[in-house]
């Protein structure tokens, strides 16, 4: 079946370090990749996209590019901040069928000043 | 882009009593979902709608109902709730294509 799979947090780290959160997903089809983000009390943003393969989404700082040959999609930012503070979430999304988001378990991420 | 409503943000009541979670969006997209966020934070789709007058479940099993008698409103109802459906749940509403979904705020929903 359709899954995504992502690093386990919570991720710790100093302000203007490096992020990478891993994601993988199955490769049925030819899924959109979506990255959300939940910041505390509130619902899901999204935070880039990517829809084929070699797609390289990004948004306020971060990136990630849409790897068929490795199934990947993973999350990169070259220095965090500590509002970054929050639950990112990987998402596949199939292109058939009810088309409704697949998510990863979520990484937290804490960023200590 | 969609704004999509929900209401309450925060429900506490007590085991047995009938609720009702409203979500509401504005921009007409036919698709809507449901999706419940358990305390360890992964989110399980509970149920979905391609348009009015269709429902169908998730890949997880809820004991909730949905409607969707009009485009924006997909509302979700418990006819009799227990702790066991204490949860966040999240409404989100999508459109045909590659696009991506948007969502509420969420309802954080504690049966005692």
């Known amino acids: 079946g359709n899954s995504v799979t992502q690093m386990e947090g919570p991720v710790t780290l100093s302000e203007e370090a490096f992020l990478t959160i891993n994601c993988t997903y199955t490769?049925?089809?030819?899924?959109?990749l979506f990255w959300y983000v939940q910041y505390p009390g509130e619902g899901l943003q999204l935070l880039l996209k990517?829809?084929?393969?070699?797609d390289k989404g990004s948004n306020k700082g971060f990136e990630a590019t849409y790897r068929k040959e490795t199934t990947s999609f993973h999350l990169e930012k070259g220095s965090v901040q500590v509002s970054d503070s929050a639950v990112y979430f990987c998402?596949?999304?199939?292109?058939?069928?009810?088309?409704?988001?697949?998510f990863g378990s979520g990484t937290r991420l804490q960023v200590q000043p | 882009e969609a704004d999509i409503y929900q209401t309450p943000r925060y429900l506490v009541i007590g085991t047995g009593k009938k609720i009702t979670l409203e979500c509401s969006q504005t921009?007409?997209?036919?698709?809507m979902y449901w999706y419940q966020q358990d305390p360890g934070m992964e989110l399980h789709l509970i149920h979905y709608?391609?348009?009015?007058?269709?429902?169908e479940k998730g890949d997880l099993s809820s004991e909730s109902t949905v409607s969707r008698i009009r485009t924006e409103h997909f509302p979700l109802t418990l006819e009799s709730a227990r702790p066991s459906h204490t949860s966040q749940y999240l409404c989100?509403?999508?459109?045909?294509?590659?696009?991506?979904?948007?969502f509420g705020p969420g309802t954080r929903l504690t049966v005692l």
């Open positions: 490769a049925t089809g030819y899924p959109s």
């Open positions: 709608s391609y348009g009015v007058n269709s429902t």
């Open positions: 921009m007409g997209h036919d698709k």
């Open positions: 989100a509403a999508g459109v045909n294509g590659y696009n991506e979904q948007f």
């Open positions: 998402a596949r999304l199939g292109y058939t069928g009810r088309r409704a988001l697949t």
């Open positions: 990517a829809t084929k393969a070699d």
